[in-house]
């Protein structure tokens, strides 16, 4: 996984640092890929001691975010209030621009309502591993502000099509066949699949909307052990937000290709995990012949492999449907990590499907005899240069 470099330092000056007294603004954040989701949230959220603000994001000509309050916040207020503030797009990157509007707004909000509390409603399609780490650095700098849990919403009743089909977030559309606005941009080509389980990895919650049954269960089995699972909007839910202090180490190690680890989770709608790993490297000529293979049709595939050929680099394997995502992700030894190969893959039905992944992952790997002969492929053309998608400095 890449991650935004720290944003650029905010200047405290004229806020009162609570670092030795007093009590902290909590800010909590709530993001997902559906915008109606989002919109129910602020509003079954309302009325409590939590202020909610919503954020706006115009990319038209220069580019504008806007921070208001919302739902029932909202009515209580004047149309213009300390509460609601624009800021222009400093940035062609949007989360570094949504980061900075957010340190922007409320630290000095902090100074002037100190033991305050608000939920952030966030722009549909946000990746919290790349908002939160340097967020979270300069609310706690500021002496102000403490980022408290975040959480991702996700419906359970279309879960299985949008987790093991590959779709680009600008192709999300109801059953009108309307765009859902889900993307960020009108052009975003990212998958929704793998932008919901980055989600659902790096988050301290998860809150699960519709019904139980296959998509709830297939839900399940892609959240983290240690990640909360919040059954729908009517719980408490900025109550539980409000009690977990945001660590992003901690949830960067979660959603980590290398570090990454599931649990699964109930099966009574056939819903399986498979958790494959070996010590061994993929064998470089026969990766490229079986990623149709390891691409896992109808599944969801996730984790990062090591090869003979690069024997310091990490690589990281992503897969919806059969389309096949393959990047670098740093050094073994940067993560301090031993090499390894691991896949997690997890779909619905068919154990031909599952035994059949079983059999291309053991395949793929060097054989006993071939890592006998291993050092011979260090420095040697694999035939991968033009696959491997180099992670940006």
């Known amino acids: 996984m890449s991650l935004p470099n720290p944003p650029h330092k905010h200047s405290h000056e004229g806020c009162e640092n609570l670092e030795n007294g007093g009590e902290k603004y909590q800010i909590s954040l709530l993001g997902a890929l559906d915008p109606a989701l989002l919109e129910l949230a602020e509003f079954t959220l309302s009325g409590g001691e939590h202020q909610i603000f919503n954020i706006f994001m115009n990319l038209a000509e220069e580019g504008e975010i806007k921070i208001a309050p919302g739902g029932l916040f909202a009515m209580s207020l004047p149309t213009e209030s300390e509460y609601s503030a624009t800021y222009h797009l400093q940035t062609p990157c949007l989360t570094c621009a949504l980061r900075q509007a957010l340190i922007d707004f409320f630290v000095p909000l902090a100074a002037q309502h100190p033991g305050g509390k608000a939920a952030v409603i966030l722009p549909a399609g946000i990746e919290l591993a790349h908002l939160c780490p340097g967020l979270e650095e300069e609310l706690a700098e500021s002496g102000q502000v403490e980022l408290t849990g975040t959480a991702h919403l996700i419906g359970t009743d279309d879960a299985p099509q949008t987790l093991l089909t590959h779709l680009l977030l600008n192709e999300l559309c109801t059953g009108k066949n309307e765009p859902r606005a889900a993307a960020l941009a009108i052009d975003d080509q990212r998958c929704a699949a793998e932008v919901h389980t980055s989600n659902l990895a790096y988050a301290d919650a998860a809150v699960l909307v519709g019904d139980a049954g296959p998509g709830w269960e297939l839900v399940e089995h892609l959240i983290p052990a240690d990640c909360l699972i919040i059954p729908g909007l009517a719980e408490p839910i900025l109550k539980a937000l409000e009690a977990i202090k945001h660590d992003s180490a901690l949830s960067l190690e979660r959603a980590h ?40 049709q109808g599944c969801l595939v996730r984790g990062c492999f090591w090869l003979p050929s690069r024997p310091t680099e990490i690589f990281v394997w992503e897969a919806v449907d059969g389309v096949v995502s393959l990047g670098q992700g740093g050094s073994w030894a940067e993560m301090e990590e031993s090499p390894r190969s691991h896949l997690i893959v997890t779909g619905i039905g068919d154990s031909r499907r599952r035994e059949s992944f079983i059999e291309a992952f053991s395949r793929v790997l060097l054989s006993e005899e071939e890592m006998a002969l291993a050092l011979g492929w260090v420095g040697r053309e694999d035939g991968l240069g033009d696959w491997i998608t180099q992670e940006e400095e």
Do not use: I, K
């Not at 494959?276 to 390891?294: C, V």
């Open 257 to 296: 290709p290398v570090t990454y680890e599931l649990c699964g989770g109930p099966t009574q709608n056939g819903t399986w995990t498979l958790d494959l790993h070996s010590d061994r490297p993929f064998h470089p000529e026969r990766l490229r012949e079986m990623a149709a293979e390891l691409g896992g």
